[in-house]
């Protein structure tokens, strides 16, 4: 796949075996990432798997216990924070109270002695980036929590870094402001054309905000990919799992030239697609079915056995209305569970028995455990 049009292919941060111990504790194990300059990267990953320790030693706030860490193809092996062409926007927004807007979005260039006329006009202009110009006089305190993460944005932004690192930078947000936040944030990045690295936990902010996502867990990389690669074809069970919503069968696989199969525990059959006979292990293998690729049919037509591979009877045991969406969970007669997205004018009732249908090349096959 080719990089976006904003994005080049010269690498603007890079981190060869990069490790972090605290005392006893790993909690960075031999990363390695290529991010190129222009992209909108994200680093996404649960509580604790070393996301901001990562970002830390980017901005230089941290050091690495080992490893190499170049940023535009210079080692930054003792280049102190202030040294680097990168800024940090915390969740935090770690604005100074008793300054004004103008006065934060100054302050870096005051202490770097910028002349007068350039400080007032790259302050201006920074300002008009966020769209607080008219805000200049206000103290953090008179703003709210979007207002506030804008100055915090200008703030670095003034300083016209190569990198933006934002660790959790709509963390502080409710959902409405975050999502308009959003969508902000990446109209600043196309007009920029600057590398953003965004730390988060939400997938779903990842997913739509980012070139390229590092999916991490116990301070190791899962998966690097775009954000449809990593949704459609996540490669282990975890990364499947934290994104979204799934479903993991498990079993053994037989594989032919021109048929794969699972035969799950309960004796439940799924056709695979053939791929990957690599993968196909004799331990046991994880595949995953995302719940929008399983379709629902009455038991009085038959369409769906025909038109898919796989296609079982089960019953509806639950549902639950999410809005746009009903959430079924189906028990297959072989005693499955799956959880089932449809149309929220689909009219199956808890009770109701169904076929249920989805494609082999929708079973996504995960790498064994
Ligand atoms: P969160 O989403 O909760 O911020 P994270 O993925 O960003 O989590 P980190 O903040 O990188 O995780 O922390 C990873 C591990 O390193 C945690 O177990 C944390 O307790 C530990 N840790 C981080 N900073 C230090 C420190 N200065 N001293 C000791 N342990 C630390």
Redesign the pocket.
Known sequence: ISPPANVTTTLDVELKDVVKT??E?T?VQGLNLQIRQGEFFSIL?P????????LRMIAGFETPTSGELHIQQQSMGGVPAHHRSVNTVFQSYALFNHMSVWDNVAFGLKIKKVSKLDLRQRVGEALKLVQMESFAKRYPSQLSGGQKQRVALARALVNRPAVMLLDEPLGALDLKLRKQMQVELSNLHQRLGITFIM?T?DQEEALSLSDRIAVMKDGRIEQVGTPSEIYERPTTAFVADFIGDTNLLSGHCKSTDTASLLTTASGLEVMLPVQEPSAIDAHGLNVSIRPEKIYLSPQTEHGLTSRYENCYVGKVQHTLYTGPHIQCIIELTTGERLRVLQPNHMPYKAGSAVYVAWAASDCQVLAPH
């Open positions: 605290f005392g504790e909690v990953g509580s604790g798997c070393g996301k901001t320790t990562t730390v936990h």
